[in-house]
């Protein structure tokens, strides 16, 4: 007798981005009355203890595949998603979760892509798969119209798309940030403005970072501003913060520090004043309070996201910022726009609230025909 709902993501890896856009899907799921909810994650005990659902290994290669098609077979409906899992940064990306897909597929159980970004697919063996497997699966919906553009042009066309928004913002923020931001070892300076500041390692950061040093230097002679740096992937993103962070030579600026729930990371950054992020679910989590981001555009999803959040004037190509004398100019205007920005943030932000609760309906709906 099949139950419940098998979710497949980079889960358990450390990345507060793809945990978040859990947490968001499990609440969603919930609330259409899906209880019954397994996921694959690399650390399955981690995930049981931060999401409060069942879990078991993803499976590497050979490895814990005959666990997960047993789970697979027991399961009403296989969910793939969300987040960026079709893109080919790296050539074995898109075929490990497209193998995770086709698995589903011969134990019987109906699949749907839920809330997925879709790209950049660079390859023809990428695009080949892409278009093969996404034809045979039961329902998609992604996160943002460049998505579904794409998979158009690859020739999926024989499975309903639909554009709904990221399930990260299913997220309900009920934690105090201000006490868990103590806890976490940051001293809030009360007379200043707090600025979050979310970097990630990329290709070209001996070029930009020093310029945005320079920025952030320029912003704090203009501003009164305490600059608070999130980690969102635990072991990596440190390193390039406390770059900047001692670069800035200051003693008031700080890292979070310890690990977090999506949750948490989304009290804290309510505590903000604004957010300058390369990190997609910085921006994400940020929006859910309406907190005014500058985006440092290293991936086109930030820019999507962005957009439809009516702040996409307030973002720069990671490519143009070496070109771009301008950046500390548009950094002030945004900061000294913030009140405006976070009032125009609103609207684009409920409306995909709203149409990321809409993911888990059609997942709803999927179980029970």
Same mark, same amino acid.
């Given at each position: 007798?099949?139950?419940?709902?098998?979710?497949?993501?980079?889960?358990?890896?450390?990345?507060?981005?793809?945990?978040?856009?859990?947490?968001?899907?499990?609440?969603?799921?919930?609330?259409?009355?899906?209880?019954?909810?397994?996921?694959?994650?690399?650390?399955?005990?981690?995930?049981?203890?931060?999401?409060?659902?069942?879990?078991?290994?993803?499976?590497?290669?050979?490895?814990?595949?005959?666990?997960?098609?047993?789970?697979?077979?027991?399961?009403?409906?296989?969910? =793939?998603?969300?987040?960026?899992?079709?893109?080919?940064?790296?050539?074995?990306?898109?075929?490990?979760?497209?193998?995770?897909?086709?698995?589903?597929?011969?134990?019987?159980?109906?699949?749907?892509?839920?809330?997925?970004?879709?790209?950049?697919?660079?390859?023809?063996?990428?695009?080949?798969?892409?278009?093969?497997?996404?034809?045979?699966?039961?329902?998609?919906?992604?996160?943002?119209?460049?998505?579904?553009?794409?998979?158009?042009? =690859?020739?999926?066309?024989?499975?309903?798309?639909?554009?709904?928004?990221?399930?990260?913002?299913?997220?309900?923020?009920?934690?105090?940030?201000?006490?868990?931001?103590?806890?976490?070892?940051?001293?809030?300076?009360?007379?200043?403005?707090?600025?979050?500041?979310? =970097?990630?390692?990329?290709?070209?950061?001996?070029?930009? =970072?020093?310029?945005?040093?320079?920025?952030?230097?320029?912003?704090?002679?203009?501003?009164?501003?305490?600059?608070?740096?999130?980690?969102?992937?635990?072991?990596?993103?440190?390193?390039?913060?406390?770059?900047?962070?001692?670069?800035?030579?200051?003693?008031?600026?700080?890292?979070?520090?310890?690990?977090?729930?999506?949750?948490?990371?989304?009290?804290?950054?309510?505590?903000?004043?604004?957010?300058?992020?390369?990190?997609?679910?910085?921006?994400?989590?940020?929006?859910?309070?309406?907190?005014?981001?500058?985006?440092?555009?290293?991936?086109?999803?930030?820019?999507?996201?962005?957009?439809?959040?009516?702040?996409?004037?307030?973002?720069?190509?990671?490519?143009?910022?070496?070109?771009?004398?301008?950046?500390?100019?548009?950094?002030?205007?945004?900061?000294?726009?913030?009140?405006?920005?976070?009032?125009?943030?609103?609207?684009?932000?409920?409306?995909?609230?709203?149409?990321?609760?809409?993911?888990?309906?059609?997942?709803?709906?999927?179980?029970?025909?």
């Amino acid at each position: 007798m099949r139950k419940g709902v098998l979710i497949a993501g980079y889960y358990g890896a450390g990345n507060t981005g793809d945990e978040a856009i859990l947490s968001g899907m499990i609440s969603a799921l919930k609330s259409e009355g899906i209880k019954d909810i397994t996921v694959l994650s690399r650390n399955p005990e981690e995930t049981r203890g931060l999401h409060g659902v069942d879990s078991i290994y993803c499976g590497r290669r050979t490895k814990g595949l005959a666990s997960v098609f047993r789970c697979m077979r027991r399961s009403q409906l296989f969910i =793939l998603g969300g987040g960026g899992l079709l893109q080919d940064y790296t050539s074995r990306v898109v075929p490990y979760w497209l193998s995770r897909a086709g698995l589903a597929m011969a134990a019987g159980t109906p699949v749907m892509y839920y809330g997925q970004g879709i790209g950049p697919l660079r390859t023809v063996k990428a695009k080949n798969l892409v278009r093969r497997i996404s034809n045979r699966v039961r329902y998609i919906t992604v996160r943002d119209e460049e998505s579904r553009i794409l998979l158009q042009e =690859l020739g999926v066309n024989q499975v309903p798309v639909e554009v709904t928004a990221d399930p990260a913002l299913g997220i309900v923020i009920t934690s105090h940030g201000h006490s868990l931001l103590e806890k976490a070892g940051v001293s809030l300076s009360g007379d200043k403005l707090k600025v979050a500041v979310s =970097l990630r390692s990329w290709e070209g950061e001996e070029q930009y =970072l020093p310029v945005l040093v320079n920025a952030l230097r320029d912003l704090r002679r203009q501003f009164p501003v305490q600059y608070i740096f999130f980690p969102f992937q635990y072991g990596c993103d440190e390193g390039v913060s406390r770059l900047v962070l001692e670069s800035l030579g200051t003693g008031e600026d700080c890292i979070v520090g310890g690990k977090h729930t999506p949750e948490q990371v989304a009290a804290m950054l309510k505590e903000m004043d604004a957010v300058i992020a390369m990190r997609l679910h910085a921006v994400i989590l940020s929006a859910l309070s309406c907190i005014p981001a500058f985006g440092l555009i290293y991936d086109p999803k930030v820019k999507c996201f962005m957009e439809r959040a009516g702040i996409a004037d307030y973002s720069v190509n990671l490519d143009d910022i070496v070109k771009d004398s301008l950046l500390p100019s548009r950094l002030a205007a945004w900061l000294a726009k913030r009140e405006e920005i976070s009032q125009q943030m609103s609207p684009g932000v409920a409306e995909m609230t709203a149409l990321a609760a809409r993911n888990a309906r059609i997942a709803r709906d999927l179980i029970s025909s």
